[in-house]
């Protein structure tokens, strides 16, 4: 049996490091496909692909919101909650200062620096989740309560489809 080998990512060696039990599935990246072509590629609901976005309040403090691959993030509900006027996605540029990631390739494991963690509260309902590897095409196969446990991720209610 032939093992397949990847490059290690900082969110490789991080969730190596915690202990997390989880499953590299690579996958034909597509620019612009985001989480329907993961889930099309490796045959699974794009409910349990989860994206990692990089987003700032208005006092441009960066943070992380996990959110389903198939649902988008109510910026006016999670200003709301942080007590904020407003809540945007991070540009391209910042993201990846803020993280060491390239847009696409974005893991809320690993990252440059510690940024605070939210999650959709529905995604800790589900039994498997795949989230990014810290590599465009690369996905890591992990149970939700990983999240809470390394990245002590808060759980929020801001989903919308």
Do not use: W
Request: aromatic share 6%.
């Amino acid at each position: 049996m032939t093992k397949e080998h990847f490059s290690t990512t900082p969110a490789i060696r991080v969730m190596k490091e915690k202990g997390i039990a989880f499953a590299l599935h690579p996958y034909k990246y597509e620019e612009k496909g985001g989480t329907e072509v993961a889930a099309r590629e490796l045959r699974v609901d794009e409910y349990q692909v989860v994206k990692t976005l990089v987003m700032e309040d208005d006092s441009k403090a960066p943070f992380i919101m996990i959110m389903h691959g198939n649902r988008h993030v109510s910026t006016k509900n999670m200003a709301r909650i942080l007590g904020m006027k407003s809540v945007n996605a991070c540009d391209p540029k910042a993201a990846e200062k803020h993280t060491g990631y390239m847009v696409g390739g974005t893991s809320p494991f690993g990252t440059r620096k510690p940024l605070t963690v939210y999650v959709e509260a529905t995604v800790l309902d589900l039994p498997r989740i795949f989230i990014n590897a810290g590599k465009k095409g690369l996905l890591a196969e992990m149970t939700p309560s990983e999240l809470q446990r390394v990245l002590n991720a808060r759980p929020v209610a801001v989903a919308i489809e």
